[in-house]
T-cell receptor
Framework: DAGVIQSPRHEVTEMGQEVTLRCKPISGHNSLFWYRQTMMRGLELLIYFNNNVPIDDSGMPEDRFSAKMPNASFSTLKIQPSEPRDSAVYFC???????????????FGEGSRLTVL | TQLLEQSPQFLSIQEGENLTVYCNSSSVFSSLQWYRQEPGEGPVLLVTVVTGGEVKKLKRLTFQFGDARKDSSLHITAAQPGDTGLYLCAGVPYGNNRLAFGKGNQVVVIP
């Protein structure tokens, strides 16, 4: 069974360019998360969706970042314009959200390593 | 400020030794998870602890959730090179539905 699929795996771009990262979650999962990982800050939650609806985008750094989930099998994270401080590994994760106090298991993709020159 | 503080940040040990890493917070959590991340890959869930004082074992890995539900530890017995990786703890604090991650414990086991 395919896991979470992210593309591209690596992206090198110049400051000011638009960057689009893509994610295909695991079929049947109803929650999707975008994280950013850096040495300094670790894993930071940027935004998450439940049933394709954005629930919490308070982690999105600024207006240059936007995320969409047009259907249950696809999501994008866009940075426009990109800046060198956006360089990081961006992870997409999906899960089957459940009621109750136990957090569900997150299944992560392999990440998209972004370098902005 | 980091909601979950993990220590030590980096640990290097010889194969066969034991090690313990910690995940601490001033907040109370409904549950805590431990993930392991290897280079170039995403984190993979190892365990979820739910009840205060709970101990879970996964082969040579022992996970404990603090009685007050604010902290957790991971103990590895007779570490193997395959245990090398970044161990991340994650939890959902009460009154919040955001899963927060610590920065991780980087463990290197030298053959």
């Amino acid at each position: 069974d395919a896991g979470v699929i992210q593309s591209p795996r690596h992206e090198v771009t110049e400051m000011g360019q638009e960057v689009t990262l893509r994610c295909k979650p695991i079929s049947g999962h109803n929650s999707l998360f975008w994280y950013r990982q850096t040495m300094m800050r670790g894993l930071e939650l940027l935004i998450y969706f439940n049933n394709n609806v954005p629930i919490d985008d308070s982690g999105m750094p600024e207006d240059r970042f936007s995320a969409k989930m047009p259907n249950a099998s696809f999501s994008t994270l866009k940075i426009q314009p990109s800046e060198p401080r956006d360089s990081a590994v961006y992870f997409c994760a999906s899960s089957l959200a459940r009621a109750g106090r136990e957090a569900g298991e997150l299944f992560f993709g392999e990440g998209s390593r972004l370098t902005v020159l | 400020t980091q909601l979950l503080e993990q220590s030590p940040q980096f640990l290097s040990i010889q194969e066969g030794e034991n090690l313990t890493v910690y995940c601490n917070s001033s907040s109370v959590f409904s549950s805590l998870q431990w993930y392991r991340q290897e280079p170039g890959e995403g984190p993979v869930l190892l365990v979820t602890v739910v009840t205060g004082g709970e101990v879970k074992k996964l082969k040579r890995l022992t996970f404990q959730f603090g009685d007050a539900r604010k902290d957790s530890s991971l103990h590895i017995t007779a570490a193997q090179p395959g245990d090398t990786g970044l161990y991340l703890c994650a939890g959902v604090p009460y009154g919040n539905n955001r899963l927060a991650f610590g920065k991780g414990n980087q463990v290197v086991v030298i053959p």
